[in-house]
């Protein structure tokens, strides 16, 4: 049984929506970091399904998905060093409370 191209689409597009509701919604920096992993991951799952869907035998979808979740886990890895360093200067992961870069 083959997993067809609208199931997944609706997949990402569920995640999609839940990484942008957190996002918008989130006060917290680590929930915001989490919900642009949810956000990637919907694109992750849109470039596999595209890419089975138009060519079951290449590996161009799979390959730049590789790309993704590498520069996804960089951005993570950089995003809860900053939101670390924060909390240790604020004691607080308010994203109200970020204003160290303003003038």
């Known amino acids: 049984m083959e997993i067809q191209l609208e199931f997944c689409l609706l997949l990402a597009a569920a995640l999609f929506c839940i990484g942008i509701y957190g996002l918008v919604i989130s006060r917290n ?18 470039l596999m399904g595209f890419s089975n869907f138009l060519d079951p035998v290449g590996i161009k979808g799979q390959i730049f998905t590789v790309f993704v979740i ?7 890895a950089v995003g809860l060093a900053i939101v ?9 992961t308010d994203m109200e409370q970020f204003n160290l870069l303003k003038w």
């Open 70 to 76: 590498t520069v996804a886990a960089a951005e993570a």
């Open 29 to 46: 920096a680590v929930r915001v970091l989490m919900s642009i992993e949810l956000l990637l991951n919907a694109v992750n799952l849109n």
């Open 84 to 92: 670390l360093t924060i909390y240790r200067n604020r004691e607080t």
